[in-house]
């Protein structure tokens, strides 16, 4: 093997060494910025309480195959009176006491679920 191609290999490689932790490190940092805009812009929200339905719910599981820890996030959609739906992440003790087509009151701050109040059956 001429001495010219390995030297190109181990530019290579060395270059890789570089850039490879560069990009997880800003991918990180993207995320980190996103979550921390959506926080900031949670808090800045006002604390809204609307008429709503449960329209569907849905949990995503991660981790778990030969993994020690899997994690479970819960999900549920409800759609206000005037048509309009949002997707809201819950812990599992609230999306356990929903159901779909549960009508009531849901308090949100942006895009961060408080509650929901189930309206009472008139007999």
Excluded: C, H
């Excluded at 701050?109 to 109040?117: L, S």
């Amino acid at each position: 093997m001429p001495i010219e191609s390995m030297s190109t290999g181990f530019d290579l490689f060395n270059t890789m060494v570089v850039i490879v932790p560069l990009i997880i490190i800003g991918v990180f940092v993207f995320i980190l910025i996103k979550e921390l805009g959506e926080w900031s812009s949670n808090n800045q929200s006002a604390i809204l309480t609307v008429p709503a339905e449960v329209v569907t719910k849905r949990s995503r599981t991660s981790g778990g195959a030969g993994d020690s820890s899997a994690r479970t996030s819960y999900y549920v959609t409800f759609q206000m009176d005037s048509g309009d739906r949002m997707e809201l992440k819950m812990n599992g003790k609230e999306y356990g006491m929903l159901a779909e087509e549960d009508l009531g009151t849901l308090t949100f701050q942006g895009t961060r679920y408080q509650g929901f109040e189930r309206r009472k059956l008139v007999e």
